[in-house]
């Protein structure tokens, strides 16, 4: 991993590096189409108005740096216009991005990505566990942010590992309403005073979830804001490549130590739980052309009552219909729609073997 002070050359991707500088100019300097996934957690234009204290007196210590400070909401907009541009033109035709946000400024991202043509995939709620408290007791305790997973355009055929979420969910299907705690203990950033690194850092377990989710082993990841570094070490973790924006100096210095200290998990550990869909399609037609089973033998329904016999051309013929596997499996149960690869089976040494057997067959052929 490395760090520059200043924008790269534009034929170059600096991979696991933290470049230096204003994230709008660095983006239009790396080279067009090619980030996979853009995670960005931008300043969230607060709006503080004074000092906040805890009932002992205490001061909160809030966001309050000149880096989260606009003068209205017109030159926001201009900043999140300019800085979503950039986005969108670095991702690749089938990428995606990240934004995170809270009431202050989230809706005004959402509109601008549409403006913009990205595709909105999922809104996300990240229910904090242990949200800090509403000591002015004027308004609800702020317990959530909002983040919004877009594709670059309607069409894009954007990277979800379904059956991966799945899995990290104990086998239900991941929601949209994500509980976890904030940065805290042996996970928040100390700087040298023993200060808080940066008032905002986002922890781990939130982007471990998007990464694994929505991205791949060796995909590269750009984060325009990168903080302390929570993107580029989780995507290192991970095996993901990363690039880095942060114009910040001193947030630069903690998150390249950080990521130095990251170990990569070996190859065989980065392998997630794939969706069926993204599997290679096999046609049963193939299964014939192989030899795997033969014009004239019959297949017969789970449960035995429907049998159907295979064709030279890898389609089925039975005493009601005529057509595919998915076809003639409707029409004999009479029902609008069928798994031609679940409902049929073929004999084997006296035992029903599913036809989806010789599928998984040849496409472990495919993969090897």
Known sequence: MTTKSTAPEAATLPLNSIIGGDCIEVMNSLPEGSVDLIFADPPYNLQLK?????????????????????????????????WLKAARRLLKPDGAIWVIGSYHNVFRMGAEL??????????????KSNPMPNFRGKRLTNAHETLIWASKQENSKYTFNYEALKAMNEGVQMRSDWVMPICTGHERLKDDEGEK????????????????GTTNPGDVVLD??????????????????FIGIEREGAYRKVAAKRIEDIRAFDKSSLEVT???????????????????????????????RHSAKVRADGTLVSKEAKGSIHQVGAQVENAPSCNGWTY?????????????????????????
Not at 275 to 281: D, Q
């Open 224 to 241: 325009p804001f990168f903080g302390t570094g929570t993107t580029g070490a989780v995507a290192k973790k991970l095996g993901r490549s």
């Open 274 to 304: 794939t969706s069926k869909r993204a599997e290679p399609r096999v046609a049963f037609g193939l299964l014939v052309e192989r030899g795997l089973l033969n014009p004239g033998e019959e297949l017969l329904s789970g449960n035995g």
């Open 114 to 127: 549409q403006n913009q043509g990205f595709w909105i995939l999922n809104d996300v709620v990240w229910r």
């Open 344 to 368: 049929w089976h073929f004999k084997r040494d006296g035992q029903l073997v599913s036809i989806d057997t010789l599928r998984q067959q040849i496409r472990a052929e495919m993969r090897d």
């Open 50 to 82: 004074g000092d906040l204290h805890r009932p002992d007196n205490s001061k909160v210590d809030a966001v309050d740096d000149h880096w989260d400070q606009f003068s209205s909401f017109a030159v926001y907009d201009e900043f999140t216009r300019e």
């Open 197 to 212: 690194a940066h008032p905002t850092q986002k922890p781990e377990a939130l982007l471990h979830r998007i990464l694994v």
